[in-house]
């Protein structure tokens, strides 16, 4: 559905974008991630066909955005950071505004009708937008970017701003969207992807850094991961018993303990499993474990390790 080609944007000796390549398929909900100044924006805008990229194409639908932008974006639906909304028109007169400006050929009162009732407006579609909560005038955002009844719809930023109840009404319904569409959203709320998305494509400056599926993402960690264990026996036999596991690259005891527990932190060499080892370990020396999960593998961690990785390799690169 949306295909992304070797795509450069250059501004000067910078590079906003920098050999840029994805698929995202039909029915997908993407994520797409990144510290400010990374390239989202830049890839958003040219996917939507607002920006030229400097090489390199994005394909719609099959249809090349840059070759034939009107046909193109016959299958888009954008909604950006700050909603395009006229303040002065009722709902019910922006949605007919925008339907006209996109020349839709669906039947007007049945398609305007059911994009009111999926987001919500039925009850508003009357009020002047100046009036609404800003919670309503992101749903009117929504609304517009549904008239059509695009195949792909991207959102930028579409809960900023928005109170707790608000943020969840607006996730739950771009969960419900990608039912019948191809969603691509843009957040610095990582909570929001894990929450919406299947899969997460995170740029660095101006590269893709992770493409995985959202529940694969600890895959992309090489540097090890850590697990907090919780173990009933003497600190030192402990501490000398996990370390002499295979692939267990340092333990360290965090001084506090749950019950008569001790509470260690086991970090392993790249992405070595050792929680069977370590339960074994345990069960053979007879000293009660009562707990051990991963540390550091939550969406927000991962993505801090892998900009922080990426950045040490930018950086290793210009110093060679």
Partial sequence: MVKVENLVKRYGSNYALNDVSFEIGEGEVVGLLGPNGAGKSTAMNILTGYLSSTSGAAYVNGINILDDPIEAKKYIGFLPEQPPVYPDMTVLEYLNFVYELKSVKLDREGHLGEILSVVKLTDVKDRLIRN????????????????????????????VGLDPKQILEVRNLIRNLGQRHTVILST???AEVQAVCERVIIINKGKIIADERTEDLTKTI???????????????????ALKKISGVKSVEPTGTKDGDAGIYVVETMGST?????????????NWPMIGLAPTGTDLESIFIRLVDRSDRKILGGRTR
């Fill in 132 to 159: 609404l909560s800003k919670g309503y005038r992101q749903r009117v955002g929504i609304a517009q970017a549904l008239v059509g009844d695009p195949k792909v719809i991207i959102f930028d930023e579409p809960t």
């Fill in 188 to 190: 610095h709320i990582l």
């Fill in 222 to 240: 090489e540097d090890g991961y850590h697990y907090e264990v919780r173990v009933s026996g003497p600190t030192g036999q402990v501490i000398s």
């Fill in 273 to 285: 499993d050792v929680r069977r080892a370590i339960f074994n370990v345990c069960a053979q020396n």
